[in-house]
């Protein structure tokens, strides 16, 4: 059963802290993706990777960093955290291909006091 | 404008009905649609997918799509309470290594015993 895991499903953390929200896909995706989801705002990108060690920045960036070291595996890395980062983070991955589908993870909801 | 538009709803239906969930969006240029399904606190399931315009049909989900009106449906037949999540509808062009997906923001559905 291929799948797309994220390491938390439930975070609290305190502001100023750095966070971090791994991601694991074993479908030997090149693609992945951060999503942040928020009521009323939907679903708006953070950063993207098609391949190893390459990222790209999505809509909102900014107060997010990604690493990438591993094909199977994508981090979100919020390098001090704030309460508006208070969230649903959802990993995704797909082939590199038109038409592509993303497949999700079961979301991390993180709460930042 | 918003590239891809969706009553947020609540939409409320008893069981057995018939259920339309609909997205209109502005950019000619997307050639691949998608439906998700997305149970809450869960991360979102695709559920089908349909290329350029017409009709596709998976057991009691129907897609359909419109592009001369920029316009696409997901009918759910005799509805079920198991069918009760936030339906999101999802949209690409079809580029090479990445193709960005443009997702809706969801109509939530409930589904009455």
């Known amino acids: 059963d291929v799948k797309v895991t994220q390491s938390s499903r439930y975070l609290v953390k305190r502001t100023g802290e750095k966070v971090f929200l791994e991601c694991v896909q074993d479908m030997d995706h090149e693609n992945m993706f951060w999503y942040r989801q928020d009521p009323g705002l939907g679903l708006r990108l953070i950063y993207f990777s098609y391949d190893v060690k390459m990222k790209e920045k999505g809509d909102i960036p900014e107060g997010y960093s990604v690493s990438r070291e591993k094909k199977e595996r994508f981090s979100l890395i919020l390098e001090s955290a704030s309460t508006n980062q208070t969230s649903m983070y959802l990993c995704?991955?797909?082939?590199?291909?038109?038409?592509?589908?993303?497949?999700f993870g079961p979301g991390t909801r993180l709460t930042v006091t | 404008q918003k590239e891809v538009e969706q009553d947020p709803g609540p939409l409320s239906v008893p069981e057995g009905a018939i259920v339309s969930l609909n997205c209109t969006y502005s950019n000619s240029a997307f050639q691949y649609f998608m439906w998700y399904r997305q149970y809450s606190r869960k991360g979102p399931e695709l559920l089908m997918y349909t290329y350029s315009s017409g009709n596709k049909e998976d057991g009691r989900f129907t897609a359909q799509v419109d592009k001369s009106s920029k316009y696409i449906s997901l009918f759910i037949r005799d509805s079920q309470p198991s069918d009760s999540a936030t339906y999101l509808c999802?949209?690409?062009?079809?580029?090479?290594?990445?193709?960005?997906?443009?997702f809706g923001p969801g109509t939530s559905l409930s589904v009455i015993p």
């Open positions: 999802a949209m690409s062009q079809g580029g090479t290594s990445y193709d960005k997906v443009i």
């Open positions: 995704a991955s797909s082939f590199p291909q038109a038409g592509a589908l993303p497949l």
